[in-house]
């Protein structure tokens, strides 16, 4: 038996977990965030369940009722999972943020790398504090998809890169 730390949040990392990126707005502001800490909570009704660390950033935009977006990568896209580890640097005039190409969806405003193999789009459902992160629980209304779905190659996870990020 152990309380190691160092351990502990070994074991926690090699759980298999996927790796995506948070889409979010308010309507005059947009951010991605690289987020690992994600699951279907609920197929009726679709629910996605979500943690975000405690003091990130992604946490100014959410609350009930907001617009959100689960991007989902292939598995080559690792390098492009690591530039949204730290709040990006958005150009609106010329749609890059932090260096990758992304588009908007009209209907909803959040962004994704033009790239990204496609996006879950729904709402904040509720928020519950769990300490250290925010459990956010999601609706998911809708899908953005950049390729047919029986093209698309392996989803990123955890395991395809040397991240450990939780979330």
Not at 43 to 53: D, F, T
Not at 54 to 63: D, N
């Amino acid at each position: 038996m152990t309380d190691d730390d160092a351990l502990l949040r070994r074991a926690l990392w090699a759980m298999p977990s996927g790796l995506y990126l948070l889409s979010l707005t308010d309507g005059e502001r947009s951010h991605l965030m690289t987020i690992s800490l994600v699951m279907q909570a609920s197929k009726e009704p679709r629910r996605l369940a979500m943690s975000v660390e405690r003091g990130a950033l992604a946490l100014e935009f959410v609350y009930e009722g907001a617009a959100v977006g689960l991007v989902l990568l292939d598995q080559t896209q690792a390098p492009l999972a690591r530039k949204f580890a730290k709040p990006p640097a958005f150009d609106p005039t010329t749609m890059v943020a932090s260096g990758v190409s992304v588009v908007r969806d009209f209907g909803s405003g959040l962004l994704m790398p033009r790239d990204a193999l496609g996006m879950l789009l729904g709402k904040v459902v509720a928020m519950v504090s769990l300490g250290s992160h925010w459990l956010i629980t999601s609706s998911i209304d809708s899908m953005v998809v950049r390729q047919p779905l029986e093209a698309w190659p392996a989803v990123l996870s955890m395991s395809d890169t040397r991240m450990h990020y939780g979330g």
